[in-house]
Structures are given as C-alpha cells and as structure tokens.
C-alpha cells in the first residue's frame, strides 16, 4: 500500500522498488523527495509505523526518504484471524455451580464422609439440603467428576510491527472482560455473539484468562504472534484478578 504526497505536499512520491528474497519474502521500498522540513516531517510522521526501515539522505535545503516495508504486513484483514475454541475440561463434582453454595456445605460433607466409610446407601438424609442429597445419588453411582467445556478465544496475527511485539505479554496471566482494555480480548463482533449465548458468560465480568503470547520469527523481518484468552465462570479475584462476588476468592 503506497502511500502519495503524505506530509506536506512538497515531500513528493519519485519511485519504488519491489523485491523477493528467500531471506525477507516479498519487500517493497519506496522513496520521497524534498525541501529538508518537508522530509523531516515525513519522516517523524511514519516511525513506529508498518515500514521496517526509514532512511534519509540530506543534501543541502534538500532531502531524500527511503522506505522499505514488508508486502505481508499491507494486508491485515488476512494477518489477524480470531478463533472462537473449545476443549473439554474435568473438574471435581462439588465445584459444580449446583453443589458448590455455601447453604449446602454441611451435608455435603456428610455425604462425602459417608461414602468414604461405606455408610453412603444407608445414612439418613432427613433434613438434608436437595443439591446434598443429589450431590449423595450421584456420588452412589460412582461419579465424583463431571466435564466442563471450556471456551479458548485465539487471535492470530503475522506482523512487522514491532509494537504488537512489544505489548505481547502485557496482561499476561490476568482475567479481563471483552471490554477493548489493553490486555483483554476484542474479537470481532460475531464471536461476540457466539459467547454471549453461553449459559455462564458475561461480557461484564473478568471472565477470561490470557495466557502466555507464543511468537516465531518467519523472515528477518516478519513474526507470528499468537495470543490466547482462557474461559472460567469465575476466575480468582485474588490469583487473577478475576470479578469479586460472593466467596470468589
């Protein structure tokens, strides 16, 4: 993507070059001509930009910029790819939400003591909560986990730019909502409505845990980054930073 006359309109587009190598993949370079501030200000106008190298030649009131960028990093509707994943997750019965409230604790304990002395098909549950008693019936039957599935949002990006490379690990190991915060995730709005149909999700809470950024070097010059958020119906406010409520700790 050239860009013409940027700057000030005597800063003016004299010519490109496109190369191939097996090194650095397709690269384009790009040079401009000028008065000396008009170079200047072109030139303080496109660092830490998309182009990989700026270059200026001053020759009196004059000056020439030299760009050169990656051909891949013009195109990042194909370079940034968000997936909406899944994989399934066992977990110890009694964190499931129907037996994990605090009214319920006492039986519940009963029940497990008395599965583990052999006394589960006889003990009187009279009085006992109805998720204790369920939480018995199911654990008579010889279940004592159950399978979550849990939802992976991965964004994928193939980037020269540095920046991107820079901010890879901020918010690392933190919960955030899908709220566009640095660190959290922002994926396009139909994933967003593919999560917003899942029982336990909730855009307002700190629901989604990012894990550790993995990069590889494609060319001297172009990275893939890979980012991954990792849902919980309640992360840890404590470890993670995950939404304060009623005994999330």
Request: hydrophobic share 30%.
């Amino acid at each position: 993507m050239a860009i013409d006359n940027i700057g000030s309109d005597d800063a003016t587009k004299t010519g490109s070059v496109q190369t191939w190598t097996r090194r650095d993949g397709e690269v384009l370079s790009e040079t401009y001509e000028g008065p000396i501030d008009a170079i200047n200000t072109l030139y303080g106008s496109l660092k830490n930009s998309i182009y990989d190298s700026l270059n200026i030649r001053r020759d009196g009131g004059m000056g020439t910029l030299e760009l050169t960028y990656s051909e891949d990093s013009q195109t990042p509707a194909l370079n940034d790819i968000w997936e909406l994943l899944g994989r399934e997750v066992v977990k110890d019965l009694r964190t499931h939400q129907d037996f994990n409230q605090s009214a319920d604790q006492e039986d519940i304990d009963k029940a497990n003591t008395a599965i583990n002395t052999g006394t589960g098909g006889i003990i009187s549950t009279t009085g006992w909560t109805t998720a204790a008693v369920t939480y018995l019936a199911i654990r008579l039957r010889g279940t004592t986990q159950y399978v979550r599935s849990q939802p992976i949002l991965r964004r994928s990006i193939r980037t020269s730019d540095r920046g991107i490379l820079d901010i890879a690990w901020e918010g690392v190991d933190r919960a955030w909502k899908l709220s566009g915060e640095s660190g959290s995730p922002s994926p396009p709005s139909d994933l967003v409505g593919n999560i917003n149909g899942m029982p336990e999700a909730d855009a307002a809470k700190r629901q989604w845990l990012k894990k550790a950024p993995q990069k590889r070097q494609v060319t001297r010059q172009l990275y893939e980054v890979s980012f991954e958020w990792h849902f919980a119906r309640d992360w840890s406010v404590s470890l993670y930073g995950g939404t304060a409520g009623s005994e999330n700790y």
